[in-house]
């Protein structure tokens, strides 16, 4: 139950940062992402301050054993820059850049903007789901 709890804060916490920052507004992710055009700068500031507090937590996290509603902590296992790594960031640059949307301010905005989400998480499983069927290479 703690678990639970502390997920559904740590959520509507997180939907919550993503309202108040605009990350939610595709117009304005694709403002910040027009550096040649009518560039918006402001979401480097909620950039910056997410590479804030994630160093905050990373610093904690470090001295900690095992996390407080959990008994281990559950982090990537690679740590190299592969192919596939640098690949599916590129993709994951190029369809951030076209819809203006990632996946966690897509799914905090659905309730809100379903009929201009729905397509972007429909894309996203569907991604999900071809990554899955596509055999693995060395």
Not at 67 to 75: G, K, M, Q, R, V
Not at 79 to 95: E, S, V
């Amino acid at each position: 139950m703690k678990q639970q709890v502390l997920t559904l804060v740590a959520g509507s916490l997180f939907g919550a940062g993503l309202a108040i920052s605009g990350m939610m507004d595709p117009l304005r992710v694709r403002g910040f992402l027009d550096l040649f055009g009518n560039w918006d700068p402001t979401l480097a500031f909620v950039m910056g301050g997410a590479l804030l507090v994630m160093a905050v937590a990373w610093l904690i996290q470090r001295r900690l054993e095992k996390p407080y509603a959990d008994d281990s902590f559950h982090l990537p296992g690679t740590q190299q820059l592969d192919r596939k790594l640098l690949g599916g960031a590129a993709l994951f640059g190029i369809g951030w850049g076209l819809s203006g949307l990632c996946p966690g301010p897509a799914v905090a905005s659905i309730g809100v903007n379903f009929a201009q989400v729905a397509l972007f998480i429909g894309a996203l499983f569907a991604g999900m789901l071809l990554h899955r069927l596509l055999p693995e290479k060395g």
